[in-house]
């Protein structure tokens, strides 16, 4: 059976800001979608400028689907009470490429380690139930170099096996581009490789 991951979950644009209280103490949640520590850092920026007197932005990340990178951070709260909470949340969605942040406003009564986790992890639950959240499909791209005269076999495997063509370039001969799901890739490099005249060659997205 091909275990190969070829789809992840995601979200593709900012969640609304969504809210939760304890104790006069409120947790403003937000959900962002990430690719790099860049995008994190812009994210937490823009956030500290809206609310510029919180007392703690804590926040967890997720990047990659093969190879995953994660971090927690409690900025200042008990350790473990904050991060890992949100970073669960993460898990428990089973989504990536995404930032979770829990913008803290002090209330006044100090709510405890137990209080805190509670507190994080249902704030970025509702961040994350609040998100759109997507399934995404890993895909190889491979180039296609053939003559005119095999235009039409090339076009029929391609509608048969339903590939995106990302380009094309109709010149002295033929040059596509074409997107091929993961799982499916081996099978379709095997079929073109196959076909009389026709070159195929992965290329980098």
Known sequence: MDKTID?????????????????NSKFFGYAFPVLNEEDVKEAIDGLKKKHHSARHFCYAWQFGVETIRFRANDDGEPSNSAGMPIY??????????????????FGGTKLGVGGLINAYRSSAKLALEDSDIIEKTIN????LSFGYD??????????????NIISQQLELSC???????????????????????????KVDD
């Open 7 to 23: 789809a992840y979950k995601t979200i593709e644009k900012p969640s609304e800001e969504t809210l939760f209280k304890d104790r």
């Open 88 to 105: 669960g949340q993460i898990q428990a969605f089973g989504v990536t490429n995404i930032l979770i942040v829990s913008v803290r406003y």
């Open 140 to 143: 190889i791209n491979f180039q």
């Open 150 to 163: 095999m235009m039409n076999k090339v076009m029929r495997i391609i509608k048969e096996k339903n590939l």
């Open 175 to 201: 040059q596509y581009i074409i997107s091929v799901r993961k799982k499916d890739a081996d099978t379709i490099f095997e079929i073109f490789t196959n076909l009389y005249k026709v070159e195929i060659k």
